[in-house]
């Protein structure tokens, strides 16, 4: 889903201060228990490759994305995982915040298995499970979609049911809905469950106009740690590149991570290992024009409700190669 999928990934870094072995700095992360970055965190820590990248990571699970936004909001954390559209809303309202590129995985829109649907108009006069709520990005695109493409007035002719996303995955695979939308590695889950996709939100985006190659979920530093600290920020994006290229190709790194992955049959091991695969932004610079089209779309959709006073993307949104 657009940036919640990513669902539950949400983290805070903290920048202690100790000292390790080559006087290292620590880089504290409170994590989401169950959040995908968690795969990433622990290959950095196992592979070393946080140390080799000049600090020490120190992995902490916490119950709820939204503690890390307001640690990191009160100055009491140094690095948190959100989306970038929440990184471009806060420096429209003036604060320094930066985005380094993580995920851009996506879901899609599921329905049961034996389901006749082939489009989103098949799904009229059902109920949709969404993991979110009515602003949900991945709900908003696909309603634009919708009535551009089908000239379906999706909202409209269907029940919405919103729900935290275990309970849409347990509820749709249970056949209670005509389809559902759920965070990326819940929908894997799904379809490894026998469900089957009858649209990508990154096909929906794509014919909206949108780049599906833009990045949704990162790592947010403040501009004050880029500027005092910019060899500690590049450490962290190089770090987590190494662990990308690592999970990449290497099954046997996540045959370690496995029992981090909460899977219960080989279906979904294999489902969500190529999920996660499929959603490693390229490596370089972000298209800005492509990200200010998608921004420029939500603001469209949602509103200020939804992005704030960011109706085009501000200045130095993305930590680029060589800032």
């Known amino acids: 889903m657009f940036m919640k999928f990513l669902g539950g990934a949400a983290m805070a870094l903290v920048l202690t201060g100790t000292a390790v072995a080559q006087d290292l700095p620590v880089l504290k992360a409170s994590v989401l228990k169950f959040g995908t970055v968690n795969w990433e965190l622990t290959t950095i820590t196992e592979n070393g490759f946080d140390t080799a990248n000049g600090f020490d990571l120190d992995v902490n699970g916490v119950a709820s994305g ?21 990184v471009a809303r806060q420096r429209a309202a003036g604060r320094d915040y930066v985005f380094i590129p993580y995920s851009k995985a996506v879901g899609g829109v599921m329905v049961p298995e ?9 799904l009229a006069g059902g109920k949709i499970g969404i993991a979110g709520g009515p602003l949900d990005k991945s709900w908003l695109i696909l309603q634009a979609y919708a009535q551009r493409e089908l000239g379906f007035d ?30 990326w590695h819940f929908m894997a889950k799904m379809e490894a469950d026998g469900m089957r996709k009858i649209i990508d939100i990154a096909d ?4 909206m106009g949108l780049d599906p190659e833009t990045p949704l979920l ?20 190089a770090a987590s590149r190494d662990a990308k290229d690592l999970l990449a190709g290497d099954d046997a790194a996540w045959e370690a991570l496995r029992p ?16 996660f695969r499929a959603g490693i932004p390229a490596e370089g610079p972000v298209d800005e024009d492509a990200a200010n089209t ?7 959709l949602g509103g200020e409700e939804l992005v704030g006073e960011a109706t085009s993307l ?5 930590l680029q190669p060589g800032s």
């Not at 009491?76 to 959100?82: G, K, L, N, R, W």
């Not at 929906?204 to 014919?207: H, Q, V």
């Not at 501000?314 to 993305?318: A, D, I, V």
């Open 204 to 207: 929906a985006a794509e014919a």
């Open 260 to 275: 981090k992955m909460n899977a219960d049959t080989d279906a979904q091991f294999e489902a969500l290992v190529a999920g």
């Open 154 to 183: 999706l909202a409209g002719e269907t029940e919405q049911v919103y729900g935290a996303p275990p309970l849409i995955y347990k509820t749709a695979t249970g056949g209670d809905f005509a389809g559902a939308i759920n965070y």
């Open 66 to 86: 939204s503690a890390g936004e307001i640690a990191f909001q009160g100055g009491e954390t140094d690095v948190i995982v959100s989306d970038w559209l929440w």
């Open 218 to 237: 990162g790592y947010v530093v403040k501009g004050e740690m880029l500027e005092q600290n910019p060899d500690l920020v590049n450490g962290l994006a």
């Open 114 to 122: 034996g389901s006749e649907a082939q489009t989103l108009a098949d």
């Open 294 to 300: 998608m921004l420029s779309l939500m603001a469209e």
């Open 314 to 318: 501000p200045e130095g949104t993305f």
